[in-house]
């Protein structure tokens, strides 16, 4: 029977652990792709009755007619407008209005010296710079308008600082983009005020404003633990759309929308409508990895010399959760831990509060293991007990097997007469592993997703917590790179836990259970070095307190 239990014991480690990204991923809505019909579309976006009796064209169809005017050609090239903050730099573009390079100055790259600021546009198409907006035709069937910026350059330091740029389309509708820019967030307030012009017809359309994403990183294409691509918060509920499932079709989502994301693990780009009232979003993909998200509003009429004003506040930055709840809209939701998000996230604050003192993720995920085993260290000492009284008890429990081996029901009934005659219960030394499970699953979380611990150093070799740990030593080991010295020597303080652990008199049992530190240093040996840390000190407190209820006996 014992085996059996431990056989079972290590089946399920091994299935929760190695099935957990597979369960408890964030769920997805399995939403079918929607077709909207140009007679859906006439229901679902009421024109308003019209003030004039001019005739109605709408942007497109005044770029088309033949009566038309030819759209002269481009007088000048665009020019890439310049903006600094003490956040981050970015580029806007004249042609389109878009923004060409958003870089992030407090993170790099990557580890490397000649690493550079984080990037985070990655396409290079006028229509696909994020940002790009259009008024009566759809982003993807539009050309590119060339606007004319009041400035070449601006630098935020102290009061917000406003780029305002023009354009004049062939229809006679006018565009004025306005972006205000903050010194110390990264919130930019986009306005764009859209008016008729052409003092003849009236002008029909709706708003569209577009994010084009692609991966911002090549590292995101081979991640398969966190999620990687669009979300959006709508009527209190995050969703995030696999860009697999974009693949059959776009897909169309209607309601009052708190914000529309694109993200990797640690960095986001999004909208948040500052407009009352529901929206639309258009998810697309287009190739392999360009996903577009499109902010549509309702159709409205402009008539001669009317004009129209949207308002959107843009996040671009990092998934930090301080940072993200100080912006409100929810956009905090972003950072989703799933199943364990109430254990998580405390354990998160924790974390960063004692990093607030030692100023070294490492020590804080230390402190953090000692709390944590200090709280379960009454209900470990009872199961050590009970495992150690239960090592006593072997004689007579052999005893009673010899007597009683060929009655199971007899022999089940003194077994569980000689547990309550002593006090101890069989399962008691499995209970303080259980209790662990979600707080490992937590925190496993917390190091996976939170950006405080990309490139976080500890000591030595260990300079990116988020990362699997690697002693490299001159030439690349096949498949590990370098030596994983924090998982071998977290793997050997499990073996000499187990060699410290009372064993219930099976030899066979006894094997198994010693062959499970070998399990569990193979499926560390990808984890985050932050993670195997914390169950590396954990192992070396439990040795402590095993030595302890020994030394006692």
Not at 5 to 14: D, E, H, Q
Not at 94 to 103: A, D, L, N, P, V
Not at 411 to 437: A, F
Request: contains cysteine.
């Amino acid at each position: 029977m014992e085996t059996k239990r431990a056989f079972l014991a290590i089946v399920l480690s091994l299935l929760i652990l190695l099935g957990y990204q597979y369960f408890f991923l964030p769920q997805q809505q399995t939403i079918e792709p929607t077709e909207t019909t140009a007679e859906q579309t006439q229901q679902q976006e009421p024109v308003p009755a019209l003030q004039s009796t001019a005739p109605v064209k709408s942007v497109a169809g005044a770029i088309a007619t033949p009566d038309a005017p030819v759209p002269p050609a481009p007088s000048r090239e665009g020019r890439d407008i310049a903006v600094s903050t003490a956040l981050y730099s970015a580029v806007v573009s004249e042609t389109g209005g878009g923004i060409k390079s958003f870089t992030l100055k407090k993170y790099r790259e990557s580890l490397a010296k000649d690493s550079g600021a984080k990037e985070l546009i990655k396409t290079t198409a006028p229509q696909q710079l994020p940002l790009f907006f259009t008024w009566g035709e759809e982003p993807e069937n539009a050309a590119a308008p060339l606007f004319l910026a009041d400035t070449e350059k601006i630098q935020v330091s102290g009061s917000d600082q406003k780029l305002t740029m023009h354009s004049l389309l062939p229809s006679g509708l006018e565009m004025t983009r306005t972006m205000l820019f903050s010194e110390n967030d990264y919130l930019i307030h986009l306005t764009i005020d859209v008016r008729n012009t052409s003092g003849e017809h009236q002008l029909q359309g709706a708003p569209y404003l577009a994010m084009t994403n692609r991966p911002f990183s090549p590292e995101d294409e081979k991640n398969t633990f966190v999620f990687i691509g669009p979300a959006l918060f709508k009527d209190g509920v995050l969703e995030e759309i696999k860009p697999d499932d974009l693949k059959k079709g776009k897909q169309t989502r209607n309601g009052t929308l708190d914000w529309v994301a694109y993200e990797n693990t640690y960095f986001m780009t999004s909208v948040i409508p500052d407009n009352d009232g529901p929206s639309s979003v258009h998810f697309g993909l287009t190739g392999e990895d360009t996903i577009s998200s499109v902010l549509s509003g309702d159709m409205v009429v402009l008539p001669p010399g009317g004009q129209k004003r949207y308002s959107y506040i843009i996040y671009f930055g990092p998934k930090e959760l301080s940072t993200l709840k100080t912006v409100d809209h929810n956009l905090d939701k972003i950072i989703n831990f799933g199943w364990f998000d109430v254990l998580a996230k405390p354990m998160l604050y924790l974390l960063n509060f004692l990093y607030g003192f030692v100023h070294n993720y490492g020590l804080a995920i230390i402190l953090v293991t000692v709390i944590i085993k200090a709280l379960f260290w009454p209900i470990a000492h009872k199961g050590m007990k009970s495992m150690k009284t239960l090592q006593k008890l072997q004689p007579k429990m052999a005893k009673l097997r010899e007597k009683y081996g060929n009655d199971k029901e007899r022999l089940n009934k003194e077994m569980i007469q000689l547990y309550q005659t002593y006090k101890v219960n069989p399962m008691g030394g499995c209970l303080p592993m259980l209790l662990q499970i979600p707080v490992f699953f937590a925190l496993y979380k917390v190091l996976l997703q939170t950006i405080e611990l990309r490139h976080a150093p500890f000591m030595l070799w260990i300079t990116d917590l988020s990362a699997p740990d690697r002693l490299f030593i001159g030439f690349d080991i096949p498949i590990l790179g370098g030596i994983p010295v924090l998982t071998l020597l977290m793997g050997a303080s499990m073996f000499l836990q187990q060699k410290m652990t009372p064993t219930t008199g099976d030899p066979t049992q006894a094997k198994i259970m010693m062959f499970l530190p070998v399990v569990f240093t193979f499926m560390f040996l990808n984890f985050a070095s932050g993670l195997v840390l914390y169950w590396f000190v954990n192992n070396l407190l439990a040795i402590a307190q095993q030595y302890a209820i020994n030394r006692a006996d």
